[in-house]
């Protein structure tokens, strides 16, 4: 028997979550079972905990969208037990049962080697938020983005992936502009590296203008909506955006003109169904570049009896940096 936080739903559609006790036969089916040493929690998550489920797809449930730890048993040649594994996206914590559990079970597809340099704690005070930091940062750089051409902005900047993006940039060398709208937030964006702070407040005032003045190299976009909007028309020449967040909305009041006379480039980032080898390369690049001295700044602990508050918490935008759930703990 192992502890677990379970979602239930009852016929009147109202949802409660507890932590409880249940067996290995619960598990769904897959070819590795883990046993789960960290999760997090990620805007999603609260959407899963929250009332109606959100993304839940059936009940009782198990939420969680990423987790790390070490392999207990498989079927699958490419892992053996005592193996250090970590897991992102695929649906893990919606429609599959996730890391909020002792224990987990899934497809040996959906699994990551932990890269040298990087052990489960330190993978999960990263996780999601960070691989999607990663993966914007890497994307910029394929679209051209170089250290000393101006400064980067980062929305968002005081969330899990803002915050990691905030302290890979600035590791690589970049200048470091970060979007916040909480003034107690400025001084923990520049313990990670951030030279610039920018209010909310100048990105959410309405223009007409579809341009403005030529300001930012490269963005990473966590909150999207009329914010996103705004960014793309202060881009520079050639610039790229990495959008990856909805907290702003899904809806993009924009026009063609960013695109059309500045060539400006917008990149979705999707951290759900990423190729093995991009989730590997970006795993690598976070051990390299992302400095873990600066991890600890962003980590608030949790435990499994947490999350059901910190689920409302993260909705309301309270949540600082990255909450790292010891489901042992």
Request: net charge negative; charged share 20%; proline share 5%.
């Amino acid at each position: 028997m192992f502890n677990a936080l379970i979602v239930e739903k009852d016929d009147e559609g109202k949802t409660s979550a507890s932590v409880q006790q249940i067996g290995e036969d619960r598990l769904p089916d897959g070819e590795v079972t883990v046993a789960v040493e960290y999760s997090t929690v990620n805007y999603k998550d609260g959407l899963c905990l929250g009332p109606g489920g959100g993304l839940v797809r059936n009940y009782p449930h198990i939420p969680g969208i990423d987790f790390a730890g070490t392999v207990e048993s498989s079927d699958d040649p490419r892992y053996k037990a005592g193996d250090k594994v970590v897991l992102t996206g695929w649906r893990v914590g919606e429609a599959h049962w996730g890391g909020y559990s002792q224990k987990a079970r899934v497809k040996a597809d959906w699994l990551v080697p932990l890269p040298d340099g990087l052990d489960a704690k330190q993978a999960m005070a990263v996780g999601t938020a960070g691989f999607t930091a990663m993966l914007s940062v890497m994307a910029l750089e394929d679209h051209g983005l170089t250290p000393g051409n101006g400064p980067v902005l980062v929305t968002g900047a005081a969330g899990g992936v803002g915050s990691v993006a905030t302290a890979i940039l600035a590791n690589l060398g970049y200048e470091v502009a970060a979007v916040t709208g909480r003034p107690e937030t400025e001084d923990y964006l520049k313990s990670l590296g951030a030279t610039q702070i920018v209010p909310r407040a100048e990105l959410n005032e309405t223009t007409k203008r579809p341009l403005e003045g030529e300001t930012w190299s490269g963005c990473v976009d966590a909150v999207g909506g009329e914010m996103l909007a705004r960014v793309l028309g202060q881009m520079k020449y050639g610039a790229s955006v990495a959008a990856v967040g909805l907290a702003g909305g899904a809806k993009l009041p924009a026009t063609v003109i960013p695109f059309l006379l500045r060539g400006v480039n917008l990149l979705g980032i999707d951290s759900v169904m990423q190729p093995y080898d991009n989730r590997l390369r970006a795993w690598e690049r976070v051990a390299k570049d992302l400095p873990m001295d600066k991890l600890e700044a962003m980590i608030q602990p949790a435990t499994l009896s947490d999350l059901p508050q910190l689920g409302e918490d993260i909705l309301k935008g309270q949540v600082k940096g990255r909450v790292l759930v010891d489901v042992n703990g």
